[in-house]
């Protein structure tokens, strides 16, 4: 039996063997320094990431949990845009300088679902390939191919692309170049790689540059003649661009990214929202309260409103600036048409007008009336005098409290302008004589109202009786 499984195992070893060997052994551009020289293009390379090793000073500028790697390279005869396309798993990065001090191409890092990568070459300039797996002994075949393609056709602002309204603007900013004069951005000067378009205004309208998709590039917009700026959005404004034109004007559209940023976009040319002035402000104002409005532009775009004015409906008016809050209070219960009128930065204007009910609720307790002295076991008659201060009939609750807890309660409709009696009535205990003097407390609030009276401070009273000993014995005290 022994002899048999020590000959089963060296039939094993001998059918893996090729096998082992073949995966111990790396390609022949598993190293930089034996990248396989690209020397033409187009090139269409059959290559291979299973053996290939990682070097201990391999980049890790992209990805740096990477693992096992192989290299191309490739020296530019002239300036160029390029693409490289991977068929198969492994991720790209493209690097310039020498072994130990790499420097990666500007947005040449591939993620893991991107396959293909463009980017411009300088003449003279070798440009080095490093394709990756994530996963050590995951290697792989794939396939390699890298190209020429030309620029986008309105790469320069001479040679703008024309453009109808609405439309939809799309294309390469990996295929797009710096002009020697290259119009610049106000948002984001750094931005040079761009595209053009041109366009003539059938007749005055304010529009909108929205991106759609890709939101990693710079929008702005110049008239054509003096190319004066007249609005711009860069990469970190979602909102894109608004601006007012002229019949009969032409107006050039940039879009434009950094190297690093560069890539597809896409892009809607259309009409901008109209804005909706209007104001927040409590949900129950009152008149003995400054109320707070806080104006909005109600724009679709989330723009804040830059001048305008509101109007309280009361014969009186406040600028507004931005997003401040003012404060107003009125004189009088009423309905009052509050208007708002104003304007965005980019000259959108607009007017609305709602209504503001005003209506204050406020009940005083302006009488309480207490026995100035009293016995223990006398019950005595306490009284509390609630007026109506507005035009509303109230339902009113009255509390009362002494030291010794609550006491009770009584709910009673106060007619408006009216004045209504609560009457309590209280027995004095030993507890009382003991104490000296009994302080009773009467707090009102209007029963059915959630935020209470409008007025509180004359809601609240107290007054005191000085308490004795029943008559004809004593109270003790233990």
Request: contains cysteine; negative net charge; charged residues 20%.
């Amino acid at each position: 039996m022994r002899t048999t499984i020590a000959a089963l195992v060296a039939v094993l070893i001998t059918a893996l063997a090729p096998g082992l060997a073949h995966a111990a052994e790396p390609p022949s551009n598993d190293d930089f320094d034996h990248a396989t020289a690209v020397t033409s293009l187009p090139y269409h390379g059959e290559l291979t990431t299973a053996g290939s090793t990682k070097a201990p000073d391999d980049p890790t500028e992209c990805y740096y949990y990477g693992t096992d790697s192989v290299w191309l390279s490739y020296t530019a005869p002239e300036d160029a845009i390029v693409r490289a396309t991977i068929g198969g798993q492994p991720y790209m990065a493209v690097y310039t300088g020498e072994r130990g001090s790499l420097s990666m191409v500007p947005g040449t890092c591939t993620f893991m679902q991107t396959k293909t990568d463009t980017f411009h070459v300088k003449a003279g300039t070798t440009y080095y390939f490093a394709l990756v797996e994530h996963y050590a002994g995951y290697g792989k075949d794939f396939t390699f191919d890298l190209i020429t393609v030309p620029a986008e056709a309105n790469d320069d602002r001479a040679s703008a692309s024309v453009t109808g309204f609405p439309a939809t603007f799309e294309g390469d900013l990996r295929r797009a170049s710096s002009e020697p004069d290259e119009l610049r951005s106000a948002c984001e000067p750094e931005a040079v790689q761009s595209v053009w378009y041109r366009y003539t205004a059938d007749r005055a309208r304010f529009v909108h540059l929205a991106r759609t998709q890709n939101y990693g590039f710079t929008v702005s917009a110049f008239r054509a003649g003096d190319l004066s700026e007249v609005d711009c959005a860069s990469a970190r404004v979602n909102n894109g661009a608004v601006f007012a034109v002229a019949a009969g004007e032409s107006y050039l559209i940039r879009v434009a990214a950094e190297e690093a940023n560069a890539g597809y976009f896409k892009m809607a040319f259309g009409n901008a929202p109209a804005i909706r002035p209007s104001f927040s402000a409590p949900t129950d104002p009152s008149a003995y309260n400054d109320i707070s409005f806080t104006p909005y532009a109600g724009d679709p775009l989330g723009m804040d409103l830059a001048t305008g004015e509101i109007q309280f409906g009361d014969g009186t008016s406040a600028p507004i600036t931005g997003r401040d809050t003012i404060k107003h209070r009125y004189a009088k219960d009423g309905e009052y048409n509050v208007r708002v009128t104003g304007s965005t930065k980019d000259g959108r204007s607009g007017t609305t007008e709602r209504v503001l009910k005003v209506e204050t609720h406020d009940v005083t307790l302006s009488g309480f009336s207490v026995p100035s002295t009293a016995r223990a076991g006398e019950t005595k008659r306490l009284k509390v005098s609630v007026g109506n201060n507005t035009r509303f009939d109230e339902e009113v609750t009255v509390r009362l409290e002494a030291e010794s807890g609550d006491i009770g309660s009584l709910t009673q409709r106060v007619a408006a302008a009216g004045k209504v009696e609560f009457p309590f009535a209280y027995t004095f205990t030993a507890d009382d004589v003991a104490r000296g003097t009994v302080t009773f407390k009467v707090a009102g609030n209007l029963r059915y109202r959630y935020d209470l009276d409008d007025n509180p401070k004359d809601n609240e009273l107290t007054a005191s009786t000085k308490v004795r000993p029943a008559a004809g014995g004593s109270t003790r005290i233990d």
